[in-house]
C-alpha cells in the first residue's frame, strides 16, 4: 500500500477479506468485512465472536464504529 493510503482506503482494500475487529469491551470478532462507511460502522458476515476462550457464531453483524478498538487483516 502507498505511505500515502488514507485510512479508508486500506479498509476498502479488506472488502471481502476476513478482519479481526477488537472491541472496546475486550471482545474479538472475526468475520468477512462486506461493508463500512466514513464513520467506520462496519458489516461483516460468517461473524464469530471470541470473549474469555469461548466462541460464539454470530452470522451477520453490524458494529458501531465508535466501540472498535482495532481492525485488522485475519493471519
Do not use: Q
Not at 47 to 58: C, I, M, N, P, Q
Request: proline share 3%; no cysteine; glycine share 6%.
Amino acid at each position: 500500500m502507498s505511505e500515502n493510503a488514507r485510512p479508508l482506503d486500506l479498509l476498502n482494500s479488506a472488502k471481502g477479506k476476513t478482519v479481526l475487529v477488537e472491541l472496546k469491551n475486550s471482545h474479538s470478532i472475526n468475520g468477512k468485512l462486506v461493508a463500512f462507511d466514513i464513520h467506520v460502522n462496519i458489516t461483516l458476515e460468517n461473524a464469530e465472536e471470541t470473549s474469555s476462550g469461548e466462541v460464539r457464531k454470530l452470522g451477520n453483524v453490524f458494529i458501531r464504529g465508535d466501540t472498535i478498538i482495532l481492525i485488522s487483516p485475519s493471519i
